[in-house]
């Protein structure tokens, strides 16, 4: 393990976060060797971390038990970002397929959605699961646009939304159509608050500029009304962002790890040697935030765990028994 920063480096706007960390916390670098990494995901029942190395088009696995990064699986198309649903089965959203794919125990692939309303989707770019079975993900068009994370191509329904995949039929629907560039997605811990990133300033050819993170009411669990700014990320942009079980916020920037409050009040930061993309919770107790970057995946320890993780499925027997 190399590149250890302590967390007393880093910025404190709110008390508040001080009691977020763990004590002498840092940002401890795992391993790397990626081109470009996004989509960190914790497994909970191997105690492992994969992510995507896009333009590399592999899914690379960092395991708590060894310490060392391995290749998980290569020749994939252009992996982007990824959750577990309620039966430990990893989704996952693919540029090059332009669909968003479930990974099944027996090693096939479901594809769950690739299009809507005959027209196929741009490059699914980040994606959750509700506790209902619905998938929720977010479809920018960078997988098209940008060298290297996909196959250029023309966004065929003209736009850049969100959509909500329906657990029982399948049925696709756009669910937030006033974001520029929807890249991160979260819920809320109660669900009942979508979190989505606009991410326009990042380059894309059609953006304008935009670097924040938007809140949503989720009604009835189908429709996203209501949406405002809750907080502006600078600098850099909220590429991917993760909530605690307390609804704060910890997104990417270009230099650190930024928290905001629920109320979008920012609490602080905490800087990373390099660019962070995506972050997540995981670890045996959910409390340790792992951060990607573009070369690789850090972690640093905090004292609250990430709303919504799944326990292992072993512990769940046990508990069950």
Not at 111 to 129: H, I, K, M, T
Not at 185 to 205: H, K, M, R
Not at 238 to 245: A, E, L, M, Q, T
């Amino acid at each position: 393990m190399t590149d250890v920063q302590l967390a007393a480096s880093m910025v404190v706007d709110d008390a508040r976060l001080l009691d977020l960390l763990a004590p002498d916390a840092a940002v401890e670098r795992l391993g790397g060797g990626a081109a470009w990494s996004e989509g960190p995901l914790y497994l909970p029942d191997d105690d492992a971390v994969i992510w995507s190395d896009i333009p590399g088009k592999r899914v690379l696995r960092w395991t708590a038990a060894t310490g060392e990064v391995t290749v998980d699986r290569e020749g994939v198309e252009y992996p982007n970002g990824r959750a577990v649903d309620g039966q430990g089965r990893v989704v996952e959203c693919s540029h090059g397929e332009r669909a968003v794919l479930r990974l099944e125990s027996d090693g096939r692939t479901t594809v769950l959605a690739a299009g809507w309303q005959g027209r196929r989707l741009n490059s699914p770019n980040d994606v959750v699961v509700r506790s209902d079975g619905s998938v929720w993900f977010s479809d920018p068009a960078y997988g098209i646009t940008v060298p290297g994370f996909g196959y250029p191509g023309e966004r065929e329904y003209g736009d850049n939304w969100v959509f909500r995949v329906d657990p029982e039929d399948g049925h696709v629907t756009a669910v937030v159509l006033d974001v520029e560039d929807p890249n991160g997605l979260a819920f809320s811990p109660d669900e009942t608050v979508l979190y989505v990133s606009d991410t326009s300033a990042s380059g894309a050819p059609t953006g304008t500029g935009n670097h924040h993170i938007r809140a949503y009411d989720v009604v009835d669990g189908r429709q996203c009304k209501n949406g405002r700014v809750v907080a502006e990320v600078s600098p850099g942009v909220p590429d991917g962002f993760r909530v605690d079980g307390l609804g704060n916020i910890w997104t990417s920037s270009q230099d650190s790890v930024q928290v905001f409050a629920p109320d979008g009040t920012r609490l602080g930061s905490v800087p990373v040697p390099e660019v962070v993309t995506n972050v997540c919770f995981g670890g045996s107790d959910g409390t340790t935030l792992f951060i990607g970057t573009p070369t690789g995946l850090y972690r640093l320890a905090t004292s609250v765990r990430g709303a919504g993780l799944r326990a292992p499925r072993t512990a769940s027997v046990t508990a069950d028994a």
